[in-house]
């Protein structure tokens, strides 16, 4: 019985790791830079969240807050830091992320101070079937980060914008003589991007309420080691990744002997994979037909 | 007014001058062909009027107006097309959704629809396989998805880069075929070849380049006929 609640758990947490891992990896496939500052966008949706649920007491409203601010600062941050550098070297893009990185959690830190604050966003707690207790957050992130991903698939398989999306992470020269506007398609990507990670920071707060300037590091750290081992680039890819890591990550945890093994085992999967497949499990190899 | 008027472009990669001041013109509903061996600057010609590299000095005009300072997306706008070097379909996509993204400046439904059938007209073909992932396609194929693609934009001035490239003799003359049947349409081309030849008897005009500079320029016949020429390009 334990073994249904920790693998419902595990979907729950690998569910809220994809959609951050699909962040990372349209990103990567569309503007091809590693934005290290994702996982901050997580701590950025956090603190919205503690804000206005403290100051409305309205979940629902601070939620639409949360991902509206998100979204505004992911593009923010797109226009003014990465916008400059198109063209440039990968290293002074990713040094840049970095950067921007430990801006917006400095930032963080001025306003609202180190020590982790407490919110809470609703107390959802448990239902009872037969002998098994479920806790209600890991269905409620579960279905919704299902949902949205299924909504993200449709966007792009069947939407102007959405294969676009497909054609500049293919080929960006090619894109660009269809007529696509290439940095729209950024700033759509990035949009996106944004709007996941502020839904992953009201799953994150449902389990745990605390939140600190860092809150977002551990994340996306783990979100990103999900988008590589699924194969960086892949949408596909950054679900099963997800997924996986998450699962892994909550069956380690609830063997006492292990638990505090559960980073390395994880860092360990990706090692093995990138050994194995270096592009990731779903990534592919680009051929050329000439 | 030429559609097209290039004036003397000149293009760097770092330190490596790719182009040395070249100038040409495209007159409406000619067939212009740009002929030169590997590493001439024909391919990078062809990038600096699609607008996806910017010439560091000269100007290039377009209907009149100045293009070399703008995003390429809006060049297509302005109803200029290109087949790129190496055919660069979509190779993630179907046929059928790699039409649509060349449609992707059209906004009209219907004349999509009429389009498409109108492609598949011309290339049975690629009606066959219409579903088909696009990487699945023989280089032939994907040449024919290559043209295709660019005519589902209606452009004005098409460019074709190389057509011929790792084509059989069979299908280089098929190609050929279509690029005249283009022009026939109505549409103006400016073709860059390797193959001097094929591309010198189509061609109403023609610009020789050799590293970086025009050094011919004549009518197709006149450079067919030409000693040079005929040394260099054409096998004596």
């Not at chain 2, 910017?54 to 060049?75: L, V």
């Not at chain 2, 059938?117 to 699945?136: C, D, M, V, W, Y």
Request: neutral net charge; contains cysteine.
């Amino acid at each position: 019985m334990d073994f249904i609640i920790t693998f419902l758990n595990g979907l729950s947490l690998g569910g809220v790791y994809a959609l951050i891992a699909l962040g990372y990896t349209m990103v990567y496939g569309i503007a091809k830079m590693l934005n290290f500052a994702h996982g901050d966008i997580i701590m950025v949706g956090g603190y919205v969240l503690f804000v206005f649920v403290g100051l409305t007491g309205e979940p629902i409203l601070a939620i639409i807050l949360a991902a509206f601010l998100c979204m505004l600062i992911g593009i923010s941050m797109e226009k003014a830091a990465y916008k400059p550098l198109r063209g440039a070297s990968p290293l002074a893009v990713l040094i840049t992320a970095i950067g921007v990185s430990y801006f917006l959690q400095s930032l963080a830190q001025i306003i609202f101070g180190a020590a982790p604050k407490f919110v809470v966003i609703a107390d959802l707690g448990t239902i009872t079937l037969g002998s098994l207790v479920i806790p209600v957050y890991s269905i409620v992130t579960l279905v919704v980060s299902i949902l949205i991903m299924i909504g993200l698939s449709l966007f792009i398989k069947f939407t102007k914008t959405g294969r676009a999306m497909i054609a500049v992470s293919e080929d960006k020269a090619a894109a660009q003589i269809m007529g696509i506007n290439v940095n729209n398609i950024i700033t759509v990507t990035f949009l996106i991007g944004s709007f996941l990670a502020a839904i992953a920071s009201v799953f994150y707060l449902l389990k745990a309420p605390n939140i600190s300037p860092t809150f977002g590091s551990k994340p996306g750290i783990k979100a990103f080691t999900a988008a590589v081992i699924g194969g960086i680039g892949s949408i596909p890819g950054a679900m099963l990744g997800g997924f996986l890591l998450g699962i892994v990550e909550v069956f380690s945890n609830s063997v006492p002997q292990i638990a505090p093994y559960t980073d390395a085992i994880e860092f360990l999967i990706l090692i093995i994979i990138l050994l194995v497949r270096p592009t990731g499990i779903l990534g592919k190899k680009r051929r050329e037909k000439v | 007014m030429a559609l097209l008027e290039v004036k003397d472009i000149s293009v760097y990669y770092g330190v490596i001058q790719a182009l040395k001041g070249i100038s040409f013109e495209v007159e409406e509903g000619e067939i212009v062909a740009l002929i030169g061996a590997n590493g001439a600057g024909k391919t990078t010609t062809m990038q600096a009027i699609m607008g996806l590299i910017h010439p560091k000095t000269g100007s290039i005009y377009y209907n009149g107006e100045r293009i070399d300072n703008i995003p390429t997306h809006k060049i297509v706008k302005m109803g200029m097309s290109e087949v790129p070097e190496g055919r660069h379909v979509f190779q993630e996509l179907t046929v059928y959704e790699n039409l649509m993204m060349g449609a992707y400046t059209v906004k009209n439904k219907e004349k999509i629809k009429e389009d498409v059938q109108e492609i598949f007209k011309l290339f049975p073909r690629l009606e066959e396989r219409r579903n088909q992932i696009a990487g699945t396609l023989s280089g032939g194929e994907q040449q024919m998805l290559a043209i295709s693609r660019a005519l589902m934009s209606h452009p004005k001035l098409l460019l074709l880069d190389e057509p011929s490239m790792g084509l059989s003799p069979l299908l280089v003359n098929e190609v050929f075929d279509i690029v005249k049947h283009i022009h026939q349409e109505g549409t103006t081309i400016l073709i860059v070849e390797q193959n001097a030849e094929k591309a010198l008897q189509i061609a109403d005009k023609a610009y020789v380049l050799e590293t970086g500079n025009i050094i011919l320029k004549g009518t197709g016949k006149e450079l067919r006929d030409n000693d040079d020429v005929k040394k260099a390009y054409l096998g004596g």
